[in-house]
């Protein structure tokens, strides 16, 4: 890998999605790191981090789902997981770096060709989005089968008000770069998609914004599905909502959330990191 990533341009700059300017600023800012090698080896170990976190939240289903970090340095290659190893065996060491044809540049275990064509396009049309993730939960998944948005019901579903795209196009397994453009397409510059008949997607400037982001969508997706079975929903007004998506709706939040879940995994799992 030294032959290939070693240069140190200049230290890596954070990336901004889904800026407001007139959003006041919750959290503390997040820090950039140092250098390029320090961006690196940051995003591969959050990487691997949401796969095991993914794992305890179910979101493992045979060989479906993937998440991805474009590389600080080489921003037209990016990290993905490798076909076949379960989520919750993920470690740095896995992890495959692919370029824009889907050649493995660091790896030697076979990948997952819908994570290519999906992935590819979104980082190719994109470029202030730094991870994508998708999987086939079953939430997302059995919310995908309406064909439709979700509406704002809650504080929590408020970051995701007028912030998720709907593909309502789906024609079988993903293996075709065309469709992967045409998700790329609709999801534009939002957090999330709902991909109909499919699952969700969502996408984010940080690793930890866009593998939080995903837990929260399908939460919020299981969380319509209960309350559309209960009886009928109220949702938030639309003035409401946009203004609780201005407080809550920006990656900072995002990426304490997955940090606060991140921390307890490392202590009981410390061989993510090898």
């Not at 992967?180 to 609709?186: L, Y």
């Amino acid at each position: 890998m030294s032959a290939v990533l070693s240069i140190d341009r200049h230290a890596a700059q954070p990336l901004k999605l889904h800026a407001n300017p007139q959003q006041k600023h919750w959290f503390d800012p997040i820090p950039p790191r140092p250098t390029v090698q320090a961006e690196r080896r940051h995003r591969q170990e959050r990487l691997a981090g949401a796969f095991r976190l993914f794992a305890r939240f179910g979101f493992a289903q045979g060989l479906a789902g993937h998440i991805t970090a474009r590389d600080p340095e080489l921003t037209d290659h990016f990290w993905v997981n490798p076909l076949g190893v379960h989520f919750s065996r993920i470690k740095v060491s896995d992890l495959l770096l692919v370029n824009s044809k889907g050649e493995t540049v660091v790896g030697d275990r076979p990948l997952n060709k819908a994570a290519f064509a999906i992935h590819a396009a979104i980082h190719e049309h994109n470029p202030n989005i730094v991870a994508a993730a998708h999987t086939h939960s079953t939430y997302g998944k059995a919310w995908s089968t309406l064909g439709r948005k979700l509406d704002t019901l809650t504080q929590d579903a408020c970051v995701f008000h007028d912030d998720v795209a709907l593909f309502d196009d789906f024609t079988g397994m993903v293996v075709d770069t065309s469709e992967g453009d045409r998700i790329a397409r609709a999801l534009g510059d939002k957090k999330g998609a709902i991909l109909k008949n499919h699952g969700i997607l969502t996408a984010g400037p940080t690793v930890e914004a866009a593998a939080w982001w995903y837990i929260a969508l399908d939460n919020a997706c299981h969380t319509q599905l209960l309350a559309e079975a209960a009886g009928t929903p109220q949702p938030i007004d639309e003035a409401t909502a946009r203004h609780t998506h201005g407080q809550i709706g920006g990656p900072e939040g995002a990426i304490h959330s997955f940090d606060s879940l991140y921390e307890g995994l490392v202590e009981a799992e410390p061989e993510l990191l090898l």
